[in-house]
């Protein structure tokens, strides 16, 4: 079992930027793949993007020219880099863990562990 812990979420003005963290523990061993995902509600949650275990990184289209995934497996965390940021923006941030199917990085269904989330609010 792997358990995620997002943080870093807070209220920022437009233009700003964030940094999310996740924090995997447990069988850290199992995990292929670390994804993020946003959502507002009453909608769908969102792909951001994703990273595997060589470091190899996706993103959705609308948001790689703002958004940057890293991580650092000797702490077995993962982050997101949001910069110019806009209330477009605003949402629960989650991450989640898990072994997606070639091309479906952004499908909830193929993580099988998340984090609990952490709201960003942009105003």
């Known amino acids: 079992h792997v358990q995620l812990v997002e943080s870093g979420g807070e209220s920022v003005q437009a233009g700003g930027s964030l940094r999310l963290s996740c924090v995997a523990s447990g069988a850290t061993q199992d995990i292929g793949c670390m994804g993020w995902f946003r959502q507002v509600p009453g909608l769908e949650r969102e792909g951001i993007g994703s990273i595997d275990s060589d470091g190899i990184t996706t993103y959705a289209d609308s948001l790689k020219a703002r958004f940057t995934i890293s991580r650092d497996n000797a702490k077995n965390t993962v982050y997101l880099e949001m910069n110019s940021l806009n209330p477009e923006d605003t949402a629960m941030y989650y991450c989640?863990?898990?072994?997606?199917?070639?091309?479906?990085?952004?499908?909830?269904?193929?993580?099988?562990?998340w984090g609990q989330g952490t709201q960003v609010t942009v105003s």
């Open positions: 989640a863990a898990g072994w997606p199917a070639g091309g479906m990085w952004d499908r909830t269904s193929e993580y099988k562990y």
